[in-house]
């Protein structure tokens, strides 16, 4: 992985699953003309194309439990190594545990800034239960938050949506109970190193926008 290229805008979204750092990340992704890596994004393709990752992947997300650090660092290994990452990126869900931050910081990459958008838990249970996914394209709607021309198709691409499995109420408490206890802990790791921006999820997700891109243009304004 080439060091020096990755120079400009590093971000890292944080948050409880379903906190709707996804989707942040990809309207940040588009406004700042780089690439979003959401490790959740690619195991789900693995899975689908059933290649072996898929297959290794499959069982750890079905039950909301996380994939092995060795595997999702490597993954991310790779994807930053790519020639669209040269003008920065944007992490989506990784790191998720204390020893990927670990891995991540010894690559010498670094982060620019790491955003964690928080969300109650009785909220974002609530919230998943509305979650649909695009099954052709993977675009991500909310039923009432965020909804698609008719809540059924794409506005996208006109595919059927779908729930996804992982967002079963009960696996969504295991995912949340997961995030608490393995990465919460992160929080104080990049607090601790001065990176830590919090944003305040709203009802409205373009209030939660106008938050994030303040945080942002803040951070920009201050690197000039
Ligand atoms: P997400 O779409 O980010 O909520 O990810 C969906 C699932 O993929 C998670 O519940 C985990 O099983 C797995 N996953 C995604 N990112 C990571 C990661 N950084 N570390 C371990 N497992 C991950």
């Known amino acids: 992985m080439s060091m020096e290229n990755v120079s400009s805008l590093k971000l890292m979204f944080f948050g409880a699953p379903g906190a ?3 989707t942040q990340a990809e309207i940040a992704a588009k406004r700042y003309a ?5 490790t959740g994004a690619i195991l789900r393709e693995a899975v689908a194309a059933k290649t072996e990752l898929g297959r290794l992947a499959a069982g ?6 996380l994939v092995p ?7 991310v290994r790779d994807r930053l190594a790519k020639d669209d990452c040269k003008a920065g990126f944007i992490l989506d869900g990784f790191p998720r545990t204390l020893a990927q931050a670990e891995a991540f910081d010894k690559t010498g990459i ?3 800034l790491v955003i964690d958008i928080e969300v109650e838990d009785e909220r ?3 919230r998943m239960s509305g979650r649909r996914v695009c099954s052709a394209c993977g675009e991500t709607y909310h039923t009432v938050y965020n909804p698609s021309v008719d809540n059924v198709h794409c506005t996208k691409c006109g595919a059927e ?6 967002d079963d109420p009960e696996v969504v408490k295991k995912r949340l109970s997961t995030y608490h206890s393995e990465t919460e802990p992160l929080r104080a790791y990049y607090e601790g190193k001065g990176l830590l921006r919090v944003v305040h999820g709203q009802e409205k997700l373009e209030d939660t926008t106008a ?8 951070y920009l304004a201050g690197r000039k």
């Open 69 to 75: 650090d060795d595997v999702i660092v490597g993954i």
């Open 161 to 166: 949506l779908i729930c996804r499995r992982d």
């Open 110 to 112: 670094g982060l620019s």
């Open 34 to 38: 780089i690439p979003t890596i959401s």
């Open 211 to 218: 938050l994030t891109v303040g945080v942002i243009e803040d």
């Open 20 to 22: 709707g750092k996804g």
């Open 124 to 126: 974002i249970i609530e």
């Open 60 to 65: 750890y997300m079905e039950s909301g439990a």
